[in-house]
Nanobody, 124 residues
């Protein structure tokens, strides 16, 4: 069973920045596509951004394009989400998820391994 652990959430003013990190220990984790989802209060999980294990392919939700950047350090089995120009609408619990294979699926049901989430709060 893969273990996925997020870190880096917190409280930030609108317009500020945060960086989230997600680690997936284990030698096979380099074969995972790793993706960030978020769950705002009272809503279901939303796709944010993903990083395929193959070819450096990335994908972003329209709502975060140009503000968020996903990156990956394969040597550390860690994926990062740099979030800039945060808006109150970005406030949510952010989850990291991993799946086997190269496809960046946008549906939460496609992911088998999940972290416990990290809270991001954006104040005005």
């Amino acid at each position: 069973q893969a273990q996925v652990v997020e870190s880096g959430g917190g409280l930030v003013q609108a317009g500020g920045s945060l960086r989230l990190a997600c680690s997936a220990p284990g030698r096979t984790s380099v074969l995972y596509t790793m993706t960030w989802f978020r769950q705002p209060p009272g809503k279901s999980h939303e796709f944010v951004s993903g990083y395929s294990h193959s070819g450096g392919k990335t994908l972003y939700a329209d709502s975060v394009k140009g503000r968020f950047t996903i990156s990956r350090d394969f040597g550390k089995n860690t994926v990062y989400l740099q979030m800039n120009r945060l808006e109150p609408e970005d406030a949510a619990v952010y989850f990291c998820a991993a799946r086997d294979g190269p496809v960046i699926a946008t549906s939460p049901s496609s992911y088998f391994y999940w972290g416990e989430g990290t809270q991001v709060t954006v104040t005005t």
